[in-house]
């Protein structure tokens, strides 16, 4: 799959501006650590893998950030950049009141009152033209202090509701933008690398330039970094990336075939503050090997390791300052770089340090942080927001305000309560007594089970896991199941072998269902530990409703059927209600009705039973009883839960059109307001179906498509979505393929055709709509338009046979627009070898006729060749009349002409047009015996031609009768062979099959073709 381009300023972002010791405390504010809101902040603890433990520890830190920042409401700081130019806004209650003034270089804006805005990624990303942002705080007010770049200018004001200040840069930011370099052999998109600052407004002094050499090995490659001078290094690996840190600033010249996609296919670099990173993409399975030789590292992804042996770097516990606290001694440390990985998103404390290499050989994970195993350096992960990584001396210290959470030795450790969370039946059933709250309350029950799981933890891989799993099943019986999912997840990554046990997986499963991560908790079903649980199949059928599997659906509820009683109300009801809409969708009413009541029948809240209720209306509509379900829809429409009454709304709604209660417009205007009400689920879509439905019954074509192509484009990557897509097409195949737009006038018609044009399907049916639309156009002599819409049909859409077809098309159109150059260029840029024969003799034709046109008879005629074809009759009768060879075309029209003498019935245009010229050039070529031959047979046709007073001028010929030379010359001049062509043109065009006939053999072409 190709990956789309990497966003360069966010990669230069991962190098942090601010070294800091820490995160910034907007990040601790926004993760929700306070003990009012502790749910949250298991949650968002747990989420990133880490458990929640010390959560009490760390609560009043919290407080005071979370009262100190000011929330967006209130202060909104927004940045924009184009060019050498930013602009900084403030809205807000408070934002809005902000101050401004210029002070010797700088740019101050005051903002009144206690709350502090958070600039944690301005500072870190400043606006273009700005060195530096400051914050100040005193009592009454903050300060953001915006230090310039010198030659930038500032200026301020207010603007719609905000206050603003825009920087102009003095220096060209597109020098700027050559600081950054990317090799990325297929790079990823915006938004999977890092928020970045802009490009820095002044080019740095020139780094030394570090060309890595590239040697080939078995099932690997060898970078080495002849550094000019000794530097510190960390190299790792994250999942598919191999990251390389050196804490010193130079240019990389990356070998040319690194990135050849054999062991590595994305290469990336940046270099900043004091740091460059490398960053490549290679197979996990890959092995990773440092050595280093003088200034020298080498790195070898793959192959056989180096065989320099790296020294371990031991990670220890040092209670010795009252806060536990790991700590690591590594040789040569000097600081921090601070780099948030662009595919995890999470921010990544990485120490490097000289030669010789020095590892850490294996994860050492705690609830907090965890140190990653590395080939060199030290690098420090997963880490809650107040984590802290320090270097002192040769010394790195890992800890957080209070300390880590590490496990003791079980002295003041309460244990918890086994009996409590006891596992249920079966592993994917939630046992009832999971959410009953401990007599101790929440806060103690949780404190103790993250104590009991953290000194668990401790005892390695091969340690017990039955403390976790009692916080899991806590955490899911109080409905915290993103906080489970993070406690499992951490257990399965420092525990492997929990994988196999079936209670693992199946609270796996409970939690992710819970928490509507579908997909994922199909992964834990199709494992072999889950194979056995009865109840595991009604979890597989639950999740296959809701991917509109219904077959599957039904056949593991029937299969699980024998653990349903087991499960608490709320979940029989919802079982029973997907099994319903499963029946329902396989047209079978009667098992979905005996379901929907059983659904209905349990003790459960309102909620749950509203919405059984709910499908129990669907059924009752699909057996024909509109008018009752209509009642039902309505009652439920009363909710107070969008999630029930939304779909009620919309159902009764339609239903009552479709009863004549209901008026469209009244109808259209209730479910416009709903779709935007409610969104993101299959309850829009089925508005959006039921809006364009509607549309198309009132004819208004393009607002039924155009609400059904919006509707794609928002769920693209939903199954719902290739419903949308097929609704889209079928509507607009049906409007101008079928004839519902036929109705419209052919310039509104060709509007709504090129808006929507890149439905037009490919293949026969596409070719058909086209031939309707432009059959349309020309019969009203919208020739251009018409042009237009088969020259994009060609450039775009067709190939080979189909293609040169469509040109003759367009050539003759053009020719009719008297554009004989455009025709000549449509038939010669889709020249083919091989056509079949109606078609070379078409496109030969037009060729020749277009020639004529731009006064190149001869090579007119060349190009007819020995074709005598009726069409090509017509253009050796125009070319020789335009030699003024009369008696040749006199004889040539006549022949033309044929036998029609012998049939009654007045001359059609071209056969007129033909008569009156034969005449003329009989006359001038003073051959009377062939112009007596001609009036004496057509003679009869004077008085019923179109303009019979020509007919008579040109038969009876210059020597004949009282006609004066000016009659005869008017007759010659009304001879308009070109309008005759062109009706005839029309005709084809209006008989012409929408379908193109089957082609006939194919036959080589002539070059000309």
């Given at each position: 799959?190709?990956?789309?381009?990497?966003?360069?300023?966010?990669?230069?972002?991962?190098?942090?501006?601010?070294?800091?010791?820490?995160?910034?405390?907007?990040?601790?504010?926004?993760?929700?650590?306070?003990?009012?809101?502790?749910?949250?902040?298991?949650?968002?603890?747990?989420?990133?893998?880490?458990?929640?433990?010390?959560?009490?520890?760390?609560?009043?830190?919290?407080?005071?950030?979370?009262?100190?920042?000011?929330?967006?409401?209130?202060?909104?700081?927004?940045?924009?950049?184009?060019?050498?130019?930013?602009?900084?806004?403030?809205?807000?209650?408070?934002?809005?009141?902000?101050?401004?003034?210029?002070?010797?270089?700088?740019?101050?804006?005051?903002?009144?009152?206690?709350?502090?805005?958070?600039?944690?990624?301005?500072?870190?990303?400043?606006?273009?033209?700005?060195?530096?942002?400051?914050?100040?705080?005193?009592?009454?007010?903050?300060?953001?202090?915006?230090?310039?770049?010198?030659?930038?200018?500032?200026?301020?004001?207010?603007?719609?509701?905000?206050?603003?200040?825009?920087?102009?840069?003095?220096?060209?930011?597109?020098?700027?933008?050559?600081?950054?370099?990317?090799?990325?052999?297929?790079?990823?998109?915006?938004?999977?690398?890092?928020?970045?600052?802009?490009?820095?407004?002044?080019?740095?002094?020139?780094?030394?330039?570090?060309?890595?050499?590239?040697?080939?090995?078995?099932?690997?490659?060898?970078?080495?970094?002849?550094?000019?001078?000794?530097?510190?290094?960390?190299?790792?690996?994250?999942?598919?990336?191999?990251?390389?840190?050196?804490?010193?600033?130079?240019?990389?010249?990356?070998?040319?075939?690194?990135?050849?996609?054999?062991?590595?296919?994305?290469?990336?670099?940046?270099?900043?503050?004091?740091?460059?990173?490398?960053?490549?993409?290679?197979?996990?399975?890959?092995?990773?090997?440092?050595?280093?030789?003088?200034?020298?590292?080498?790195?070898?992804?793959?192959?056989?390791?180096?065989?320099?042996?790296?020294?371990?770097?031991?990670?220890?516990?040092?209670?010795?300052?009252?806060?536990?606290?790991?700590?690591?001694?590594?040789?040569?440390?000097?600081?921090?770089?601070?780099?948030?990985?662009?595919?995890?998103?999470?921010?990544?404390?990485?120490?490097?340090?000289?030669?010789?290499?020095?590892?850490?050989?294996?994860?050492?994970?705690?609830?907090?942080?965890?140190?990653?195993?590395?080939?060199?350096?030290?690098?420090?992960?997963?880490?809650?927001?107040?984590?802290?990584?320090?270097?002192?001396?040769?010394?790195?210290?890992?800890?957080?305000?209070?300390?880590?959470l590490l496990s003791s030795n079980g002295e003041g450790v309460q244990k918890p309560d086994r009996a409590g969370f006891k596992p249920a039946l079966f592993?994917?059933?939630?046992?009832?007594?999971?959410?009953?709250?401990?007599?101790?309350?929440?806060?103690?029950?949780?404190?103790?089970?993250?104590?009991?799981?953290?000194?668990?933890?401790?005892?390695?891989?091969?340690?017990?896991?039955?403390?976790?799993?009692?916080?899991?099943?806590?955490?899911?019986?109080?409905?915290?199941?993103?906080?489970?999912?993070?406690?499992?997840?951490?257990?399965?990554?420092?525990?492997?072998?929990?994988?196999?046990?079936?209670?693992?997986?199946?609270?796996?499963?409970?939690?992710?269902?819970?928490?509507?991560?579908?997909?994922?908790?199909?992964?834990?079903?199709?494992?072999?530990?889950?194979?056995?649980?009865?109840?595991?199949?009604?979890?597989?059928?639950?999740?296959?409703?809701?991917?509109?599997?219904?077959?599957?659906?039904?056949?593991?509820?029937?299969?699980?059927?024998?653990?349903?009683?087991?499960?608490?109300?709320?979940?029989?009801?919802?079982?029973?209600?997907?099994?319903?809409?499963?029946?329902?969708?396989?047209?079978?009413?009667?098992?979905?009705?005996?379901?929907?009541?059983?659904?209905?029948?349990?003790?459960?809240?309102?909620?749950?039973?509203?919405?059984?209720?709910?499908?129990?209306?669907?059924?009752?509509?699909?057996?024909?009883?509109?008018?009752?379900?209509?009642?039902?829809?309505?009652?439920?429409?009363?909710?107070?839960?969008?999630?029930?009454?939304?779909?009620?709304?919309?159902?009764?709604?339609?239903?009552?059109?479709?009863?004549?209660?209901?008026?469209?417009?009244?109808?259209?205007?209730?479910?416009?307001?709903?779709?935007?009400?409610?969104?993101?689920?299959?309850?829009?879509?089925?508005?959006?179906?039921?809006?364009?439905?509607?549309?198309?019954?009132?004819?208004?074509?393009?607002?039924?498509?155009?609400?059904?192509?919006?509707?794609?484009?928002?769920?693209?990557?939903?199954?719902?979505?290739?419903?949308?897509?097929?609704?889209?097409?079928?509507?607009?195949?049906?409007?101008?393929?079928?004839?519902?737009?036929?109705?419209?006038?052919?310039?509104?018609?060709?509007?709504?055709?090129?808006?929507?044009?890149?439905?037009?399907?490919?293949?026969?049916?596409?070719?058909?709509?086209?031939?309707?639309?432009?059959?349309?156009?020309?019969?009203?002599?919208?020739?251009?338009?018409?042009?237009?819409?088969?020259?994009?049909?060609?450039?775009?859409?067709?190939?080979?046979?189909?293609?040169?077809?469509?040109?003759?098309?367009?050539?003759?159109?053009?020719?009719?627009?008297?554009?004989?150059?455009?025709?000549?260029?449509?038939?010669?840029?889709?020249?083919?070898?091989?056509?079949?024969?109606?078609?070379?003799?078409?496109?030969?034709?037009?060729?020749?006729?277009?020639?004529?046109?731009?006064?190149?008879?001869?090579?007119?005629?060349?190009?007819?060749?020995?074709?005598?074809?009726?069409?090509?009759?017509?253009?050796?009768?125009?070319?020789?009349?335009?030699?003024?060879?009369?008696?040749?075309?006199?004889?040539?029209?006549?022949?033309?002409?044929?036998?029609?003498?012998?049939?009654?019935?007045?001359?059609?245009?071209?056969?007129?047009?033909?008569?009156?010229?034969?005449?003329?050039?009989?006359?001038?070529?003073?051959?009377?015996k062939s112009l007596d031959r001609l009036s004496q047979r057509f003679g009869k046709y004077a008085d019923t031609a179109q303009n019979g007073d020509a007919?008579?001028?040109?038969?009876?010929?210059?020597?004949?009768?009282?006609?004066?030379?000016?009659?005869?010359?008017?007759?010659?001049?009304?001879?308009?062979?070109?309008?005759?062509?062109?009706?005839?043109?029309?005709?084809?065009?209006?008989?012409?099959?929408?379908?193109?006939?089957?082609?006939?053999?194919?036959?080589?072409?002539?070059?000309?073709?």
């Open positions: 799959m190709t990956r789309p381009p990497h966003d360069l300023s966010r990669l230069k972002a991962a190098l942090n501006a601010e070294t800091q010791m820490r995160y910034p405390s907007r990040e601790a504010a926004s993760a929700g650590f306070t003990v009012r809101n502790i749910r949250f902040a298991a949650a968002a603890v747990a989420l990133t893998g880490f458990g929640a433990a010390g959560l009490a520890v760390s609560a009043p830190l919290a407080d005071q950030v979370a009262a100190a920042l000011a929330s967006k409401s209130e202060i909104d700081l927004r940045v924009g950049r184009n060019g050498g130019v930013s602009r900084v806004e403030l809205y807000g209650s408070v934002g809005s009141r902000a101050s401004v003034r210029s002070d010797k270089g700088q740019v101050v804006i005051r903002l009144p009152g206690a709350k502090t805005p958070d600039i944690g990624d301005f500072r870190v990303n400043p606006p273009t033209g700005v060195k530096a942002v400051d914050l100040r705080r005193d009592a009454r007010a903050s300060e953001i202090v915006l230090t310039l770049d010198e030659g930038a200018k500032a200026r301020f004001g207010r603007s719609d509701g905000a206050v603003f200040v825009q920087i102009d840069s003095k220096d060209d930011h597109g020098e700027a933008a050559e600081v950054l370099k990317t090799v990325a052999a297929e790079d990823r998109k915006a938004g999977e690398l890092l928020p970045a600052p802009v490009t820095e407004t002044k080019v740095k002094a020139a780094a030394p330039v570090v060309a890595l050499k590239q040697v080939r090995v078995q099932d690997g490659v060898q970078l080495d970094f002849p550094f000019p001078e000794v530097t510190g290094a960390a190299v790792f690996r994250r999942g598919e990336a191999v990251w390389m840190v050196f804490d010193r600033e130079v240019d990389f010249r990356l070998p040319a075939g690194l990135k050849d996609g054999s062991v590595v296919t994305e290469a990336n670099w940046v270099k900043n503050d004091g740091f460059t990173a490398l960053r490549l993409v290679a197979p996990s399975a890959t092995g990773l090997s440092v050595d280093t030789e003088g200034a020298t590292w080498r790195v070898r992804v793959g192959g056989r390791a180096l065989s320099g042996e790296a020294s371990e770097v031991a990670v220890k516990r040092d209670d010795t300052t009252g806060s536990p606290t790991l700590t690591l001694n590594l040789a040569g440390a000097k600081r921090v770089a601070w780099i948030r990985d662009p595919m995890v998103g999470d921010r990544m404390a990485v120490i490097p340090a000289p030669g010789p290499a020095k590892a850490v050989r294996d994860d050492r994970s705690t609830l907090q942080a965890s140190i990653a195993a590395t080939a060199q350096g030290v690098m420090v992960e997963r880490m809650t927001p107040d984590i802290m990584v320090t270097v002192e001396g040769d010394r790195v210290a890992v800890t957080r305000p209070g300390g880590l592993p994917t059933l939630p046992d009832p007594s999971w959410s009953q709250m401990p007599e101790e309350g929440f806060l103690k029950t949780y404190n103790r089970l993250q104590e009991a799981a953290a000194e668990e933890q401790g005892a390695g891989a091969e340690g017990p896991y039955a403390a976790r799993l009692d916080l899991a099943r806590f955490l899911i019986g109080q409905g915290m199941n993103f906080e489970a999912q993070g406690v499992l997840d951490l257990l399965t990554k420092n525990n492997p072998r929990s994988l196999g046990d079936p209670q693992v997986r199946g609270l796996k499963v409970v939690a992710k269902v819970m928490a509507g991560r579908l997909s994922d908790a199909q992964v834990d079903l199709d494992s072999t530990a889950l194979q056995n649980d009865p109840a595991a199949n009604l979890w597989r059928g639950y999740i296959a409703e809701r991917g509109r599997h219904y077959e599957d659906a039904r056949k593991a509820f029937a299969e699980g059927v024998s653990a349903m009683e087991g499960f608490p109300p709320e979940w029989r009801t919802r079982f029973a209600t997907a099994n319903a809409r499963a029946a329902l969708a396989l047209k079978d009413t009667r098992a979905a009705w005996e379901l929907i009541v059983y659904a209905a029948g349990q003790d459960v809240p309102p909620l749950d039973r509203l919405e059984a209720q709910l499908v129990q209306a669907e059924i009752i509509e699909a057996q024909g009883d509109k008018a009752r379900a209509y009642r039902v829809y309505a009652a439920i429409a009363k909710s107070t839960s969008d999630r029930i009454n939304a779909p009620a709304q919309l159902r009764a709604a339609r239903l009552k059109l479709e009863l004549g209660e209901g008026k469209p417009e009244e109808t259209l205007q209730l479910l416009s307001s709903l779709r935007f009400r409610w969104r993101g689920d299959e309850t829009e879509l089925e508005t959006i179906r039921t809006m364009a439905d509607i549309y198309l019954t009132q004819g208004r074509y393009r607002q039924a498509l155009e609400v059904l192509r919006g509707a794609g484009a928002s769920f693209f990557n939903r199954p719902d979505a290739v419903e949308i897509n097929e609704k889209l097409s079928t509507a607009f195949r049906s409007l101008f393929l079928d004839g519902m737009a036929d109705g419209l006038q052919p310039v509104e018609a060709l509007g709504l055709y090129f808006d929507f044009k890149d439905l037009t399907p490919v293949g026969g049916d596409g070719d058909a709509m086209v031939r309707r639309m432009v059959k349309r156009l020309v019969e009203v002599d919208l020739l251009s338009q018409a042009a237009d819409l088969l020259q994009y049909q060609i450039d775009n859409r067709l190939q080979g046979v189909a293609r040169s077809q469509m040109a003759a098309d367009l050539a003759a159109i053009h020719l009719m627009n008297r554009q004989p150059e455009k025709a000549l260029q449509a038939l010669w840029k889709t020249r083919n070898t091989l056509l079949p024969k109606p078609v070379l003799t078409e496109r030969r034709v037009l060729e020749a006729r277009a020639l004529n046109e731009l006064n190149r008879p001869d090579h007119a005629l060349e190009v007819l060749g020995n074709d005598m074809s009726p069409e090509a009759l017509d253009v050796r009768a125009d070319i020789l009349w335009r030699q003024k060879d009369w008696a040749k075309a006199g004889a040539l029209l006549e022949r033309r002409l044929g036998d029609r003498w012998k049939k009654d019935g007045a001359l059609a245009i071209g056969e007129e047009a033909n008569l009156i010229r034969a005449g003329v050039a009989y006359s001038l070529a003073s051959d009377q007919v008579r001028v040109a038969l009876a010929g210059l020597d004949n009768g009282p006609l004066r030379a000016s009659d005869f010359a008017t007759a010659a001049a009304q001879t308009d062979s070109f309008t005759a062509w062109v009706a005839a043109m029309k005709q084809k065009f209006r008989t012409q099959p929408a379908q193109p006939a089957p082609a006939a053999p194919a036959t080589p072409a002539p070059k000309t073709a």
